[in-house]
């Protein structure tokens, strides 16, 4: 069955610093989504991607945060400037269409020291 | 905008118990709904949707959820849990729509099968 891979599983950096979180969606799907979940919190959606622009976002997703589809098979989040609440579990998901559900990747969690 | 609550947070089973887990969202208008299982150091898994049609939709492992939109809830069923259920249960809705709409999840319910 097709998965989305996301990389790494598992990422720590420091305060301040920028980070790239990488995710690998279904090769044939067309929607792109960017969700993370604070330890002990419910998963929130961040951001939808669809026809190489974003779609929607949340109010989580604010001037820190962009993303990035730069050669047809990544789909990249980039936060820039880390802040330790940031520290949490990314997902990334993928759609083929409105009438399918949404396939997540496993996961990369971040740690903001 | 839209909100789900789920009712518990945390449920204890034996097995060949059955189980429902309840799930309520706000919305006035038509909404697809989601059920969504995270086993143990694992990714979100589809257990099951539903967008229209028949309100009583069976998904994935024998689960099965209804939708009652009087109610506006899409509880989650299993008529005999297996050890192997022990995981955290999600539901989830967006609004009906373009196929860029977000999910909006509930807190989960984290479940434990005793054997």
């Known amino acids: 069955e097709p998965e989305v891979t996301q990389t790494p599983s598992h990422q720590v950096t420091q305060m301040g610093q920028e980070v790239i979180l990488r995710c690998v969606p279904i090769?044939?799907?067309?929607?792109f989504y960017w969700y993370r979940q604070i330890l002990g919190q419910k998963v929130e959606f961040l951001v939808s991607f669809y026809n190489n622009e974003i779609s929607e976002k949340s109010e989580i997703f604010d001037d820190q945060f962009s993303v990035e589809r730069p050669d047809g098979s990544n789909f990249t989040l980039k936060i820039r400037s880390t802040k330790l609440e940031d520290s949490a579990m990314y997902f990334c998901?993928?759609?083929?269409?409105?009438?399918?559900?949404?396939?997540f990747g496993s996961g990369t969690r971040l740690t903001v020291v | 905008a839209q909100s789900v609550s789920q009712h518990n947070h945390h449920v204890i089973l034996s097995e060949a118990a059955s189980l429902e887990l309840g799930c309520n969202y706000s919305?006035?208008?038509?909404?697809?709904l989601f059920w969504y299982v995270q086993y143990p150091g694992q990714h979100l898994q589809l257990l099951l949707k539903y967008f229209s049609g028949d309100p009583l939709v069976k998904g994935i492992k024998g689960f099965e959820a209804e939708f009652i939109k009087s109610k506006f809830s899409f509880n989650l069923r299993k008529p005999s849990v297996q050890w192997s259920d022990t995981a955290e249960y999600f539901c989830?809705?967006?609004?009906?729509?373009?196929?860029?709409?977000?999910?909006?999840f509930g807190k989960g319910t984290h479940l434990i099968i005793q054997p």
């Open positions: 090769s044939n799907h067309l929607y």
């Open positions: 989830a809705v967006t609004v009906s729509g373009g196929g860029a709409d977000g999910l909006t």
């Open positions: 998901a993928s759609r083929l269409d409105s009438f399918y559900g949404y396939t």
């Open positions: 919305y006035g208008g038509t909404v697809n």
